[in-house]
């Protein structure tokens, strides 16, 4: 059983001001070293084989690949950026120097690559979108010789999948979600959030519209850890038409947090209120929890 906190705010003007400031693009260094002495391939995506995944899913799994190499005192010294399209996508190659080197490697499906000039600090950000995100870390050895690694990338975010039953009224023009507790950017060493962000989605909608879905992703700070979560509805002149809060949401890395119900018509001015939970296991998720506000 979980506690969630529902606070109710209806007919609220202004907008929302911006709490994280867009992130300028970092430069893409493209290397394409065919006969470079160390090649990379992606092997699978959270135990799901990539080139099945890549495929036959691959709008739904990841369009965008980054592969990465540090030194050791994690200056970045080559990136390549790869999109779903291109011919060597899935597999590169780099010309090292014998030494010690940090590898990464990152699959994801947002508008834009992240910044990626800190290896502790790799930020996604509201102007490049949040996405279903995938990682491989590791070091490694460059010698006299060549060598190729498989590497397995694993899901490091969790997802909140916000669904409104009810049909959208008339005037409402546009939805706002608006979420804290997790983190747009990560660790590569641990996988894990290491910034407090401010996460925002905003998402079209027409009158009447029924059982909108919206998919919220972050990366949390811990294997498990509670989103706050603001969801308000806007008419076209940006006028504030419907709005709640919903407090302590329970996430894990690799789950999906069903939150479902009635949001315009059944949400009512509770201080909190007790769930009953399910949770599904499935092949591609960890598992699923199916909460009902």
């Known amino acids: 059983m979980y506690k969630f906190k529902i606070i109710i705010i209806a007919l609220f003007t202004g907008w929302l001001a911006a709490c994280e400031k867009p992130l300028q693009a970092e430069e893409e260094h ?3 070293a065919a006969e470079g002495n160390l090649k990379l391939s992606v092997y699978e995506l959270e135990q799901t084989p990539f080139l099945t995944t890549t495929r036959a899913t691959a709008s739904e799994a ?3 690949l980054v592969f990465a190499v540090y030194g050791m005192d994690g200056t970045k010294l080559k990136q390549n950026s790869q999109k779903i399209g291109d011919s060597d996508y899935g597999s590169t190659s780099f010309q090292l120097l014998e030494g010690s080197y940090q590898l990464v490697a990152i699959a994801h499906s947002s508008d834009n690559n992240p910044t990626m000039s800190d290896l502790h600090k790799i930020k996604f950000s509201n102007s490049t979108g949040y996405s279903d995100t995938f990682l491989h870390y590791q070091t490694i050895e460059v010698g006299s010789q060549p060598q190729t690694i498989n590497l397995s990338l ?20 546009k939805l706002e979600f608006y979420y804290t507790g997790g983190s747009g950017h990560f660790d590569a060493t641990t996988g894990k959030g290491v910034a407090n962000s401010q996460q925002k989605v905003r998402v079209a909608v027409e009158a009447g519209q029924q059982q909108t879905q919206v998919d919220l992703y972050t990366i949390l700070h811990e294997d498990e850890d509670l989103l706050r979560l603001k969801v308000t509805a806007y008419d076209a002149a940006d ?6 809060v919903f407090e302590d949401i329970p ?3 690799n789950q999906i947090t069903w939150l479902s119900g009635d949001f315009f018509t059944g949400v009512m001015p509770v201080a909190s209120r007790n769930f009953s939970t399910d949770v599904d296991i499935e092949t591609v998720w960890g598992g699923e929890l199916r909460l009902t506000y």
């Open 251 to 253: 996430m894990t890395r």
């Open 239 to 244: 006028n504030v038409q419907h709005e709640a």
């Open 30 to 32: 493209q290397q394409h």
């Open 62 to 64: 990841c369009s965008h």
């Open 154 to 173: 694993r899901r490091i975010v969790s997802l909140c999948r916000f669904v409104i039953n009810d049909a959208v009224p008339e005037g409402i023009t």
